[in-house]
């Protein structure tokens, strides 16, 4: 892993990797508006490890898939590195987000007639990569997640944990300088949640990997450096979190 020039470990001095100002985001139901995220500010620093967690339908996922340029605040910026990526065309923001966002989501959204390797590929051919490196690139990965015995697999062959690694192997082929995980382990039995937390915390030890994790384990939550939960859309750090 050695693209994206990011800055390995905590540095509050540096440029933050993701400045969220004033983020507001509402959705219209049937009978009412309801405000999901109420000028949420948020400083991500490069390396850092994040969980964020609260109940649900606090707003976890909007403010997820918000950091992950997928969908859009109705107010407010979002700089990475000081860049304004909403201001990007959407030609250039699909680019930024393909090279420098990883996701892992609860429900992995894999394509469940293509292999485990064809799956890890995807990123790297998306982002015009020859098919020999992207092979070799996902073949790492997926080694590196344990399933160097699954490669030619059909997805809809493998039990829920290794999906849910293929699905981490696809998402840190272009080493994105972000990884969001979206209760990776929601759905997995113990062995295949402590299996996926351990790598998590692999790649943040082994590779400064800056990570958002939304999670109901505590478990996974005690892995991150910083701890915030949502209250009334915005964030409140729960403290005593490793510095
Ligand atoms: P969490 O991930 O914390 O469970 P979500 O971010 O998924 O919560 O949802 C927050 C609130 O916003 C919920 O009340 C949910 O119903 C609502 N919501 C989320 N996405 C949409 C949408 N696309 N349209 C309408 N309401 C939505
Ligand atoms: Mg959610």
């Known amino acids: 892993m050695d693209r994206g020039g990011f800055t390995m470990g905590r540095s509050g001095r540096s440029v933050p990797l993701v400045q969220g100002k004033a983020i507001c985001k509402s959705f219209n139901s049937d009978i009412r508006r309801i405000e999901v995220l109420n000028e949420l500010d948020f400083i991500l620093e490069q390396g850092e490890t994040v969980a964020i967690t609260g109940p649900s339908g606090i707003g976890k996922s909007t403010l997820l898939h918000i950091l992950g340029t997928l969908d859009r605040p109705d107010r407010g910026t979002l700089l990475f590195k000081n860049e304004d990526v909403f201001a ?137 450096a910083r701890r915030v939960t949502l209250q009334e859309g915005r964030l409140v750090e729960e403290g005593d979190g490793i510095e």
């Open 88 to 224: 990007f065309d959407p030609e250039r923001l699909a680019a930024f987000r393909n090279e420098s966002i990883g996701f892992v989501f609860q429900f992995h959204h894999l394509l469940a007639e293509f292999s485990a390797l064809e799956n890890a590929m995807m990123p790297l051919l998306i982002n015009g990569r020859k098919k020999d490196e992207a092979e070799e690139r996902a073949k790492g990965l997926l080694v590196k997640v344990g399933l160097q015995h699954r490669l030619t697999h059909r997805v809809n062959q493998l039990s829920g944990g290794e999906q849910q690694r293929v699905a981490l192997a696809r998402a840190l082929v272009l080493s994105p300088a972000l990884l969001l995980a979206d209760e990776p382990t929601g759905n997995l039995d113990k062995k295949n949640s402590d299996h996926i937390h351990e790598l998590l915390h692999e790649l943040n030890r082994e590779l400064g990997m800056t990570l958002v994790v939304v999670t109901h384990s505590s478990e996974l939550a005690g892995y991150m």
